[in-house]
């Protein structure tokens, strides 16, 4: 047994309060002392105790600091590098998103144009990538192919494997963006791919006269006409999207980027394991359990019957969760905005009347559980025609920028908070794209 205290010393060299915790080990008798940094404390702190940590899942464990993302679960905040996530929604771009998220500041109108152009240029994949993804089986499913040809890029791009290189690349920031441009062009390129093999229709090459997402559509949707072009408000339907999906602290597919970067691999082995934890049902299939949950209630009227199976554990409740943010609600604006243009869903009236219901209910409110980002998006990728398969697809799109689950935490030391702030009033700041390098700040993650 171990007796904690919490109290407020002086800092004798910034005369500023620093908060401290002291442990009796009840064994010895013996006090130990620990300053808090972020409501946080360092593991080995408890090696001096004789002890190590136990915690399945980490779900209580701060495996790094990172100034990426931040949530604030009982407040409902998601931020991307201090900007409110409703903020990006209203007025970004994933491609804007993305830059933030990887170099840390909004970017000027000619960052911008340059981080877009590098990244649309890389958009194309060699013709034997093509045949690669060609030998697969007609019925093979498309996250498994994205997978695949995510870590046979590796192959194609000799000059960034580390098994001939050494980890050299790491430390040369050129290498380092043109590996960038190549992951976050490619990667649609090679969804479209497998989406359109599994189909049975020809690929489609990239328009770059495009956006990034409309490029994305054109390449999944068209058949044989001269001018077809992606319907715009879709489009930024599916860039809202993107932007929701973009970030979301460090889960399982970020960790598992982290880890097997830690071993030195080259950056494709690491995001095709960072997909391929997506494609477990508990991490990117989760809003497809959502949209069967919905279609398997069916009809309004059968709503309060579901409720009370779930209230005695004989169903599950998908799509709810800790409430963590606001993404629910955008995605829900989102559906809406797509349904006037595909036609209303009659799964949607589902959807919004057993969200009203849980909401209200006692049982669903001592234990914390709010729609999340997963309870909306099936329902918008099942009216924009995606095949239920392809949802974790289209999550590792946007990604690239345990008994339980395996989920470590992190400690969050970015900014606090920031104002969007439009394009004609940016500084320069951050990174500058010049060519295939960036230079000004580096990358914090």
Not at 408 to 428: F, I, L, W
Request: include cysteine; aromatic fraction near 10%; glycine fraction near 6%.
């Amino acid at each position: 047994m171990a007796t904690t205290a919490v109290s407020n010393e002086a800092n004798q060299s910034d005369e500023k309060q620093q908060r401290i915790v002291e442990v009796t080990d009840s064994r010895t008798g013996t006090t130990y002392k620990v300053a808090l940094t972020d409501d946080t404390i360092p593991a080995s702190f408890f090696s001096q105790m004789g002890l190590s940590l136990y915690d399945n899942g980490y779900l209580n464990t701060s495996v790094c600091r990172s100034a990426v993302s931040y949530i604030d679960g009982d407040r409902g905040i998601l931020r991307y590098r201090g900007y409110n996530i409703e903020d990006l929604a209203e007025h970004s771009s994933f491609v804007e998103v993305s830059y933030l998220l990887i170099y840390g500041d909004l970017p000027t109108k000619k960052q911008l144009d340059t981080w877009n152009t590098r990244i649309m240029r890389h958009t194309y994949v060699h013709e034997n990538m093509i045949d690669y993804m060609k030998s697969f089986r007609y019925d093979a499913h498309p996250m498994g192919m994205l997978v695949s040809s995510i870590a046979a890029m590796s192959t194609f791009h000799p000059e960034a494997s580390t098994a001939l290189h050494g980890d050299q690349i790491y430390n040369d920031e050129r290498m380092v963006n043109k590996q960038i441009f190549r992951l976050v062009g490619k990667i649609p390129t090679l969804a479209a791919i497998a989406y359109r093999h599994r189909i049975g229709r020809p690929y489609v090459y990239p328009n770059q006269d495009l956006d990034f997402t409309g490029n994305f559509l054109f390449m999944m949707d068209r058949l044989s006409e001269m001018s077809y072009t992606p319907n715009p408000a879709l489009v930024r339907a599916l860039d809202i999207i993107f932007i929701l999906h973009a970030d979301h602290e460090l889960n399982c597919s970020t960790a598992a980027v982290r880890q097997l970067g830690s071993t030195g691999i080259d950056p494709y082995i690491c995001v095709s394991a960072s997909a391929a934890a997506l494609y477990g049902p508990m991490h990117g299939g989760a809003n497809e359990a959502a949209l069967r949950m919905l279609e398997e209630i069916g009809t309004v009227d059968r709503i309060p019957a579901f409720i009370e199976e779930v209230k005695a554990k004989k169903r599950k409740l998908m799509g709810f969760g800790h409430r963590v943010y606001k993404r629910a609600k955008l995605m829900r604006k989102t559906a809406e905005e797509v349904f006037k243009i595909m036609g209303r869903n009659p799964i949607i009236d589902v959807a919004i009347e057993l969200e009203r219901i849980a909401l209200s209910d006692e049982y669903f409110i001592k234990r914390n559980l709010y729609p999340n980002v997963d309870f909306y998006s099936g329902i918008i990728y099942k009216c924009m025609g995606f095949p239920t398969d392809f949802f974790p697809v289209l999550f590792a799109i946007a990604r690239t920028t345990k008994t339980p689950i395996f989920r470590p935490a992190q400690a969050y030391d970015g900014v606090s908070e920031r104002t969007y702030v439009p394009m004609e009033e940016r500084g320069e700041s951050g990174a500058v794209l010049d060519g295939s390098s960036a230079k000004g700040n580096p990358r914090k993650i």
